[in-house]
Every structure is written in C-alpha cells, then in structure tokens.
Nanobody
Framework: QVQLVESGGGLVQAGGSLRLSCAVS????????MVWFRQAPGKEREFTAG????????LYQEFAKGRFTISRDKDMNTVYLQMNDLKPEDTAVYYC????????????????WGQGTQVTVSS
C-alpha cells in the first residue's frame, strides 16, 4: 500500500504562485510514476504533470507547460508541484496519484490517490 497526503493549496490572486506537496509513504519503490491531476467543478479529472521517481523524467499537460514544475525530493519522499502565473481557470482540487511503471495520463490507471487539496485563483 502507498499513502499520499497533499498539502499547500489555498486561495491566491491571478498571477500568483503556490507550491503543492505530496508526502509519500508506505510500500514504494523506484519504479513509480508520481503525478498530479486536477478536477474543477463539473469537469472530469485531468492530467496535469507527472514525474518518474527513479530518473526524474517529466511530462506536462499543455496548459501546465511553462507555468508549472513538478519535482521530487527522494530524501523527503515528497513530490512537489510549483505553480506560477496562476489563472482563474486553474481553480480545482488537485490530486496526487501514484502507479508502478510509466506515466499515464488516464486517472483509472492509478491505484493510489491522495485526498486532494483545493486551489482557488481569484481574478
């Protein structure tokens, strides 16, 4: 079992920044893909960014490129999502998820999820 706990969400004005954290514990290994999804009200959960734990390879959704940065701290067992130049359309609950193997952009392939953290961007 893998446990994921997100933190760092909040209310921010447009143009501002937030850093989300995902603390990882339990039975983990280097062959894991760690990702962030987000879900806005009335919308489907969508892939945002992912990182391969062992080598740090990353993948970003188009809307995240140039504004969001995913990273991991192996010593702290934590994955981060640095979000800059936030826009009102970034308002959503952000979820951390994990799976063995490569990054996949489809939520149903992830067996492990955190509880989510709310990000609200005001205009």
């Amino acid at each position: 079992q893998v446990q994921l706990v997100e933190s760092g969400g909040g209310l921010v004005q447009a143009g501002g920044s937030l850093r989300l954290s995902c603390a990882v514990s339990g039975r983990t290994g280097s062959r894991y893909a760690m990702v962030w999804f987000r879900q806005a009200p009335g919308k489907e959960r969508e892939f945002t960014a992912g990182i391969v734990w062992i080598d740090g390879d990353t993948l970003y959704q188009e809307f995240a490129k140039g504004r969001f940065t995913i990273s991991r701290d192996k010593d702290m067992n934590t994955v981060y999502l640095q979000m800059n130049d936030l826009k009102p359309e970034d308002t959503a609950v952000y979820y951390c998820a994990a799976r063995e193997g490569v990054i996949n952009t489809t939520p149903r392939w992830y067996p492990y999820w955190g509880q989510g953290t709310q990000v609200t961007v005001s205009s």
